[in-house]
C-alpha cells in the first residue's frame, strides 16, 4: 500500500505566500514523477506543476510566474511553494505520485489540502 498526505493549507489573503508539502509512504520502491493539481467545486481538475526524479519541471503559464515545485527523493516529499496568491488560487490542491512497486507502475493520490485566498 502507498500513501499520500497533503499538508499546508490554510486561509490567507492576497499576496500571501504558501508552501505546501507531500510525503509518501508505504511499500515503495521508486517514485517517478510527482505532481500537483488542484480543483474547484464545479470545474475539471487542473495540472498545477510537475516533476520528475531527476528535478526536470514544469508549470503552465497560469502559474509559473508565481509556483515553484521542488523535491526531496531521500524523503519521497514533494513541495509546492506559492507566491503572491490571488483569490482564483482558492482550491483543494492535490499531490500525485507514480510509483513502482515490485513491478508494476501505479498513480496514487493524496486526500488533498485546502488553500482560500481571501481578503
Known amino acids: 500500500q502507498v500513501q499520500l498526505v497533503e499538508s499546508g493549507g490554510g486561509l490567507v489573503q492576497p499576496g500571501v505566500s504558501l508552501t505546501l508539502s507531500c510525503a509518501a509512504s508505504g511499500s515503495i520502491d521508486y517514485i517517478s514523477d510527482m505532481r500537483w493539481y488542484r480543483q474547484t467545486p464545479g470545474n475539471e481538475r487542473e495540472l498545477v506543476a510537475t516533476?520528475?526524479?531527476?528535478?526536470?519541471?514544469y508549470l503552465p503559464d497560469s502559474v509559473k510566474d508565481r509556483f515553484t515545485i521542488a523535491r526531496d527523493n531521500a524523503k519521497n516529499t514533494v513541495y509546492l511553494q506559492m507566491n503572491s496568491l490571488k483569490p482564483e488560487d482558492t482550491a483543494v490542491y492535490y499531490c500525485?505520485?507514480?510509483?513502482?512497486?515490485?513491478?508494476?507502475?501505479?498513480?496514487?493520490w493524496g486526500q488533498g489540502t485546502e488553500v482560500t485566498v481571501s481578503s
Open positions: 500525485s505520485a507514480y510509483v513502482l512497486r515490485r513491478t508494476t507502475w501505479s498513480w496514487y
Open positions: 516533476i520528475t526524479s531527476g528535478g526536470s519541471n
